[in-house]
């Protein structure tokens, strides 16, 4: 059932098994878990079933850090939330991803890859791609096209798989709107989480239309599922009775901020020998889909083998391959030419950019802070976003794009020129309209939010879903591993509720 | 474009838009450390014995190759401001490779062969940012000094 909450009585309130708040990837995923499951749900959306401009204005907030884009410019409050603007980019976090690096602060998921294995499978069919299918030597029969090897052992090929990219307001309406146990109620806002007497169990979610209703829905289970500022940005608000906000008492709610940063071109291959690097092209394969096949767009990414990462003690990332025609001048005081004349037995005259896509390490000062003197028009404070990269991180970049050179010098493929400035890496900055790590999973009460079941240390029947509990990033674009996430707490409530 | 965006986002989106669209001259803007304007050649004159591997080094780089060559072993020398017979140690292993080859060819051959265990080894050398293997970089020095 969908309804609007403009249409409900102030002072209303719904009940339900489970209230989700947050109509994206991550809360119609559960909901349609849940309800398969005999739940009955509430899922609130701010939104609509279209842009509403002053509904998009919710989200605005400042930046003190690194220039993002704009806080209302990447995350969509609508129903069927960002996944009506996403790329589709897909690809599960990598094993070494969840282990704790000691090169790296704070890294160490709870839970591992094999936990999470199957619900990558069931996400897949989420975001309508094939079977769970990420072995390279498989995909790349598959594909007919060859990857590159290279005798360092250091060299990775990976890939990306492609969305179609699902939808989710659309492909998924149907099904929630004749589903007799889901309300998918529209235009409402989490306003507040006040807690019951003890503190440690939520009581209700608090809720307000831009239009002045106001309501309240109470549950057996609530889960925040509202984007990796929003869900901060709402415990932090909640702050009547406990002046941390909510199920802060780690101190970290809105703390570790991640993005990927993205350093797209920072590196010019110099390509010697002629090479079939289609692999590495965005390209349609067929792929097995049960009993039978679907299409599914891929594009072959480099990276270095994770034993190598852990190494040298570098970051995760992945870079893409585009054609470049590079100038004079464009690669510092040596031009690409003057390398290539210089490199022997030479037959191409190819030059590609790296696009790199990297993790950052968690850095307790990458944050959000509530702005109490400038409100939404909700009465909610707006956030800051003080978004950090350690220039360890940019460090550890300039010495993974050197190892690059270095694999595809010896597999006697050119050469490898990076724009550096002493021992870092020099580039823009881009984001890539990633929120992650505000609500950081941990064992350790003392360091995070959530548990490994995604529920938050502090309150007994408050969870988290989305990318906010990401303990730290990888170098895989965050949907795929958010639908995963979904499905596995939506398989717990299941659990804990049935 | 999101029509529903106020003007200040707009403008910045459009500002990183053409970041992204521009990433190459935005990089080259501060890719360099304090890059040196001109190669010029060594100050001292090489060791004498220096000019024993030019025949050597004409056939590895061919003629095509030496100029560049020349620019890039000089840029390497010049920024880490070593002397002529500073360079021409550097150069020690690259000699070591030739002088126990049985001929020219098989000379090139080995250092071929070394430039490509540098790789494997990731002995590589940053020069202006470009990764090279040390070998070649010892080369490119040597006929700088020659």
């Known amino acids: 059932m969908l309804v609007d909450a403009n249409e409900l009585s102030t002072g209303a309130t719904l009940s339900a098994d489970v209230c989700i708040a947050g109509a994206g990837a991550a809360g119609i995923t559960m909901a349609l ?22 509904t998009q204005a919710l989200y605005r907030g400042t930046m003190s850090g690194i220039d993002t884009w704009e806080l209302d410019s990447h995350r969509w409050r609508l129903f069927g939330g960002s996944t009506s603007r996403w790329a589709g980019w897909c690809r599960p976090l990598d094993a070494s991803d969840f282990a704790e690096r000691p090169y790296i602060p704070d890294s160490g998921w709870p839970i591992t890859l094999d936990d999470l294995l199957p ?223 210089m490199v022997r037995d030479r037959e191409d005259e190819r030059i590609y950019q790296l696009n790199v896509r990297a993790e950052q390490s968690p850095r307790r000062g990458s944050r959000i802070t509530l702005r109490p003197d400038d409100k939404d028009a909700l009465g909610m404070p707006r956030v800051d976003l003080d978004w950090q990269v350690h220039e360890d991180d940019t460090r550890a970049m300039r010495r993974a794009m050197e190892l690059i050179g270095s694999c595809l010098g010896a597999a006697g493929l050119g050469r490898v020129w990076t724009s550096t400035r002493g021992d870092q890496l020099s580039w823009t900055t881009l984001p890539g309209g990633h929120h992650m790590g505000t609500l950081r999973m941990t064992s350790d009460p003392e360091r995070g939010v959530v548990d490994a079941n995604s529920r938050c240390h502090d309150v007994d029947n408050l969870y988290i879903s989305g990318s906010a509990v990401f303990t730290t990033g990888g170098a895989s674009n965050p949907t795929l591993t958010i639908v995963a996430l979904a499905e596995r707490l939506a398989d717990h409530l299941v659990q804990e509720l049935g | 474009m999101n029509p529903m965006k106020p003007d200040v986002a707009l403008a910045r989106r459009r500002f990183l838009q053409s970041v992204a669209a521009n990433l190459s001259l935005i990089g080259i803007a501060s890719c360099t450390d304090e890059p040196i304007r001109e190669v010029s050649g060594p100050r001292e004159p090489p060791p004498p014995e220096a000019a024993s591997y030019a025949e050597l080094l004409e056939l590895y780089f061919g003629a095509d190759g030496l100029a560049d060559a020349d620019y890039i072993g000089g840029y390497y020398a010049q920024i880490e401001r070593v002397s002529s017979s500073e360079a021409f140690d550097y150069t020690s292993s690259a000699r070591e490779i030739v002088d126990a080859a049985k001929s020219l060819e098989a000379a090139v051959s080995d250092l071929e062969d070394q430039v490509t265990a540098d790789f494997v080894a990731a002995r590589v050398v940053d020069v202006a940012g470009w990764t090279l293997a040390r070998t070649e970089v010892e080369l490119c020095v040597l006929w700088w000094l020659i």
């Open chain 1, 33 to 54: 878990t849940l309800q398969n499951a005999g739940l009955d749900v509430i899922l609130l959306e701010s939104g609509g079933l279209d842009d509403e401009p002053n």
């Open chain 1, 119 to 341: 619900y990558y499978a069931r996400a897949h069919a989420r975001v309508e791609l094939a079977d769970f299918l990420w072995d390279l030597d498989e995909m790349a029969a598959i594909s007919g096209r060859p990857v590159i090897e290279s005798p360092c052992g250091r060299l990775r090929t990976s890939f990306f798989q492609y969305s179609p990219p699902t939808r989710f307001g659309t492909r998924y309406r149907a099904e929630l709107e004749s589903a007799e146990n889901v309300r998918v109620v529209l235009h409402s806002n989490v306003r507040n989480l006040p807690l019951e007497s003890g503190l440690g169990r939520l009581s209700r979610f608090e809720c307000a239309t831009l239009q002045g209703v106001r309501f309240a829905v109470e549950a057996r289970a609530f889960v925040l599922a509202m984007g990796g500022i929003e869900n901060a940005r709402v415990l932090l608000a909640s702050n009547d009775q406990i002046s941390e906000g909510v199920a802060n008492s780690s101190g970290t709610v809105g703390r570790y901020f991640m993005e990927h940063p993205h350093y797209l071109g920072v590196s010019t291959w110099v390509l010697s020998r002629p090479t079939d690097l289609a692999f590495y092209d965005r390209h349609s394969v067929t792929l097995p889909m049960g009993d039978t096949t679907r299409r599914v767009r891929i594009q072959g990414v480099l990276g270095l083998e994770p034993e190598v990462l852990e190494d040298e003690g570098l970051l995760n990332f992945t870079a893409s391959l585009s054609e470049a025609v590079v100038g004079p001048g464009e690669t510092g005081p040596i031009d690409a030419e003057q390398v290539r004349s």
